[in-house]
C-alpha cells in the first residue's frame, strides 16, 4: 500500500486521472484548510462554504481525465474556487456582497484603527481587476504565475495589475497622511 501524502501534485494528478481515490484523498488532505480558508475569507459563511469546498473538489473529481499533470493543481482548485464564489455573488444579485468578495479583511495588527480604515478604503477604490489580483497576491500568498492561471490572463497582466495598485496605492495613501 502506498503513501500518497509523500508525493507531489503532479504524481497525485496522474494517480487521480486513473482514478485513484487514495491520490484524491491525498490531494483532498492537502488543500482542503487552503481552499477552505480562501472560499470562507471571500463568503462569510462557514456552512456555505463547507458546501462550496465539497463542491470544488466534486468537480476535480468528475474533470479528472481531462487534467493535466504538466499544469499546477493547486491553481485548478483555487480557479475551480474563484470562478464558484463569483458565480455565487453574481446570482444572488448583490453588488455590496460582490465588493465585499474583494476587499480586505485585515490590515497588519500593528497598524493603528485609523490607519487601517484608510489602507481598507484606499484598496476598495482601486478598480475590480486591480484589487483581486492585489489581494490575491499580498493576502492569499499566490504567486504570479498561479494567479495568472486562476484569472485567466497572462502573467505580464498580473504585473501591470500589481504595478497600478501599488502606484494607485502610493498615491491615494500619501494623499490622506498630507491632510
Same mark, same amino acid.
Not at 17 to 33: G, H, I, T, V
Given at each position: 500500500m502506498q503513501d500518497f501524502s509523500e508525493? *507531489?501534485? !503532479?504524481?497525485?494528478?496522474?494517480?487521480?486521472?486513473?482514478? *485513484?481515490? !487514495?491520490?484524491?484523498?491525498?490531494?483532498?488532505?492537502?488543500?482542503?484548510?487552503?481552499?477552505?480558508r480562501y472560499i470562507a475569507h471571500r463568503l462569510y459563511s462557514g456552512e456555505d462554504t463547507q458546501d462550496f469546498v465539497q463542491e470544488v473538489f466534486t468537480r476535480l473529481w468528475q474533470h479528472r481525465h481531462d487534467l493535466d499533470p504538466k499544469k499546477s493543481i493547486k491553481a485548478y482548485l483555487y480557479r475551480v474556487s474563484y470562478?464558484?464564489?463569483i458565480d455565487h455573488l453574481r446570482k444572488r444579485g448583490s453588488d455590496k456582497i460582490f465588493r465585499e468578495y474583494i476587499t480586505l479583511s485585515n490590515s497588519s495588527p500593528e497598524s493603528t484603527m485609523d490607519d487601517r480604515m484608510t489602507l481598507k478604503e484606499a484598496i476598495n477604490d482601486l478598480p475590480e481587476n486591480v484589487r483581486l489580483v492585489f489581494k490575491m497576491s499580498r493576502y492569499d500568498g499566490l504567486k504570479y504565475k498561479e494567479i495568472a492561471d486562476i484569472c485567466q490572463i497572462s502573467i505580464k497582466t498580473v504585473e501591470s495589475r500589481m504595478t497600478q495598485a501599488f502606484k494607485l496605492l502610493r498615491k491615494e495613501l500619501a494623499a490622506s497622511f498630507v491632510n
Open positions: 508525493w *507531489s501534485d !503532479r504524481q497525485l494528478t496522474i494517480e487521480i486521472r486513473k482514478s *485513484s481515490q !487514495r491520490a484524491f484523498k491525498a490531494l483532498y488532505l492537502r488543500y482542503f484548510d487552503a481552499i477552505y470562478n464558484l464564489v
